[in-house]
């Protein structure tokens, strides 16, 4: 189970970089606050899963329970982390690479 939660976290980290990282590359850097939204609702979601998980897990000895609580502790590091790193490799990306997107005509 504590692998699922692992998993899960590190899922969810992905998404808040790539979704972010994706809205900053084609709208601009200004949309990358759009990604707090995405990263919010992640660290609310993982915080409900923490309080399910650890009413679960009642009978178990204090060793395990906290260790449950540092592994989401870890999963919001995570997610945050993986916030931060979307405006530094868009400032990577923006700096070194020139992405070019050309539409096709209309018409």
């Known amino acids: 189970m504590i692998e699922f939660v692992i998993l899960l976290g590190l899922i969810g980290g992905w998404l808040v970089m ?5 809205l900053m590359l084609a709208f601009g850097k200004m949309w990358g606050l759009l990604g707090v939204i995405f990263l919010v609702g992640f660290i609310v979601i993982n915080q409900r899963w923490k309080v399910r998980y650890m009413r ?3 009978d178990a000895t204090p060793r395990a329970k906290e260790l449950a609580r540092h592994i989401f502790e870890m999963n919001e590091l995570i997610l945050l982390s993986s916030y931060i790193m979307s405006p530094i490799l868009y400032t990577v990306i923006q700096k070194y690479i020139e992405i070019v997107v050309k539409f096709p005509a209309v018409g």
């Open 56 to 58: 679960a897990i009642m």
């Open 18 to 22: 790539t979704s972010t990282l994706f």
